[in-house]
């Protein structure tokens, strides 16, 4: 059975600073795996996924993760956090359903 | 607006009463999701549907719990006889038909249901 595990369920972090929001992977089979973020009542939006290829992905707002499989990890990074991303996100994996961790809230503070 | 449509937004019923949820998924995506949401965890899978044929369900959805998605298009998500226990945020996604691949689910806002 496919699953992930998000480790950490709360980040606190100053503004500018990096941070680092892990997920572990368990699966048998080929591997698909999402970022997903939820902003305050607001719905599920994808971040970034990885579904083959270069092992490192991006999104359009600075954050990237990088698809390991020797850790089994797929852990989200950002160099330089802003207010605005304090959210809470998702790590998923699956293929036709998506099977999501217990999500990680990133705190920002100034 | 061009994204999933949930209604209603929010919904507060009593114990025993039957509840009825909405989806409208982005126009032309094949497959549609249900999801449940409690407080503290990350969304978890009830069914979904290719067009109109369900084609899985968890064991999460009782017999309480029924989904139709009768021409394709929205899809309805009951719940009978209501139970404390129901109060959660059910969300529904859609996405379009890759193959068998899922490449990318686009979520709505969620019906958050409240059982007193």
């Known amino acids: 059975a496919q699953s992930v595990t998000q480790l950490d369920s709360q980040v606190p972090v100053f503004e500018e600073a990096p941070v680092e929001l892990r997920c572990n992977y368990s699966?048998?089979?080929?591997?698909?795996l999402f970022w997903y973020v939820q902003y305050p009542n607001q719905g599920l939006q994808l971040l970034l996924k990885?579904?083959?290829?270069?092992?490192l992905v991006e999104s359009i707002n600075g954050f990237e993760a990088e698809f390991n499989k020797s850790q089994t990890s797929f852990h989200l990074r950002k160099p330089s956090v802003h207010i605005s991303d304090t959210a809470e996100y998702f790590c998923?994996?699956?293929?036709?359903?998506?099977?999501f961790g217990t999500g990680t809230r990133l705190l920002v503070s100034p | 607006d061009t994204g999933v449509s949930q209604n209603p937004r929010h919904k507060i019923t009593k114990r025993g009463q039957n509840v009825t949820f909405r989806c409208d998924p982005i126009s032309e995506h094949n497959r549609l999701y249900w999801y449940r949401q409690t407080l503290g965890q990350g969304p978890e899978f009830l069914t979904y549907f290719q067009n109109e044929a369900q084609l899985e369900k968890s064991r999460l959805l009782s017999d309480r719990f029924s989904a139709e998605r009768p021409k394709g298009s929205f899809s309805t998500l009951e719940i009978q006889r209501t139970e404390q226990g129901d109060s959660a945020m059910y969300l529904c996604?859609?996405?379009?038909?890759?193959?068998?691949?899922?490449?990318?689910?686009?979520f709505g806002q969620g019906t958050r249901l409240t059982v007193v």
């Open positions: 990885y579904l083959s290829g270069s092992t």
């Open positions: 996604a859609s996405s379009p038909n890759t193959g068998t691949l899922n490449t990318e689910a686009f």
């Open positions: 699966s048998s089979v080929s591997v698909y």
């Open positions: 998923a994996t699956g293929f036709q359903k998506l099977v």
